[in-house]
Nanobody, 127 residues
Framework: QVQLVESGGGLVQAGGSLRLSCAAS????????MGWFRQAPGKERGFISA????????YYTDSVKGRFTISRDNAKNTVYLQMNSLKPEDTAVYYC????????????????????WGQGTQVTVSS
């Protein structure tokens, strides 16, 4: 059983930056592909970014390309989401997710692909 704990959320002005972290425990982190999702009030949870277990492959939804960067440190059992040039529409609860992956290059963009979820961290971007 994998436990995920997000941190790093907060209130930031438009144009600012935040770095989210997701610490994993309870499993061999390097066996898991990771993803970041977000959910704004009244909206469904949506995909932001994913990274393969090796870190060699990354994917982003179009709205964050060029602004957000996903990375992982398998030695620290942590995945990160660096968020730059934040916009008010980025305001949401951000969740990290994990799933066991056989392929080193596999990454997943559907929430249904993931087995484990963190509790979420709030990101609020003021205009």
């Amino acid at each position: 059983q994998v436990q995920l704990v997000e941190s790093g959320g907060g209130l930031v002005q438009a144009g600012g930056s935040l770095r989210l972290s997701c610490a994993a425990s309870g499993g061999t982190f390097s066996n898991y592909a990771m993803g970041w999702f977000r959910q704004a009030p009244g909206k469904e949870r949506g995909f932001i970014s994913a990274i393969s277990k090796s870190g060699g492959n990354t994917y982003y939804t179009d709205s964050v390309k060029g602004r957000f960067t996903i990375s992982r440190d398998n030695a620290k059992n942590t995945v990160y989401l660096q968020m730059n040039s934040l916009k008010p529409e980025d305001t949401a609860v951000y969740y990290c997710a994990a799933r066991f992956a056989l392929g080193s290059g596999s990454a997943f963009s559907k929430s249904s692909d993931y087995n484990y979820w963190g509790q979420g961290t709030q990101v609020t971007v003021s205009s």
